[in-house]
Structures are given as structure tokens and as C-alpha cells.
């Protein structure tokens, strides 16, 4: 991760998110090799994914969020429950351009 994101950038990352389906559940395993190799694939491919966690306790899940963004070098842009958002600018073609601030 290059540059943390300002809170502008992120209200409107999220406001992007809005209508995204979770495309990466994270089980009863938690945060594997196989799940962190395909979250990157989803953000290279998509730059803003959502992640669905399913794990009961809200630190184990706070964990595990924290984990696997830190493993896929991305920046944790919100979090609402089992679900957190994920972004990661692609660097052989970016779609999303940031709002400056």
C-alpha cells in the first residue's frame, strides 16, 4: 500500500461498493493462502470487492479482516457486520479514479 487513503476517498469508494455483491466469503478456515491469492486476484481484476466473513465473534472477524487486507496489500475502505470493503488500485489497468484530498 502506497499512500493511506484520505476519508473523502474512502466515503466515496464506499458510495461505489453500494450495489457490489460479496465476491470472496472467508469460512470456518479464516484467512488461508488459497483466500488471500484470491483476493488478489479479485482486486487486481476489480480494484473494490466486498468480503464476507463468517465468523460469529466480532474480534475474530475484526482479525481476520485486518489479516487479510494487510496479506492483499489492500486498504480496508469500510465495514458494515460479516461484510468489509476491500480496494486496491490494479497496476496494469486502473478503472477507479480517486477524488483528490
Known amino acids: 500500500m502506497a499512500v493511506a487513503l484520505s476519508n473523502a476517498q474512502k466515503r466515496y ?5 453500494h450495489d457490489l455483491k460479496p465476491v470472496i466469503l472467508v469460512g470456518a478456515k479464516g484467512v488461508t ?6 483476493t488478489g486476484l479479485a482486486l487486481e ?4 470487492i466486498k468480503v464476507r466473513i463468517a465468523a460469529d465473534d ?5 482479525e481476520w479482516i485486518g489479516e487479510l487486507a494487510a496479506r492483499a496489500q489492500a486498504h480496508l ?5 460479516h461484510v468489509a470493503i476491500l480496494y486496491r488500485r ?5 478503472l477507479i479514479v ?3 484530498g
Open 45 to 48: 481484476h476489480h480494484e473494490l
Open 33 to 38: 493462502d488459497n483466500i488471500v491469492a484470491e
Open 13 to 17: 469508494l464506499r458510495g461505489l461498493a
Open 58 to 62: 466480532r474480534e475474530l472477524r475484526d
Open 90 to 94: 490494479s497496476s496494469e489497468r486502473p
Open 98 to 100: 480517486l477524488p483528490k
Open 77 to 81: 475502505v469500510g465495514r458494515i457486520g
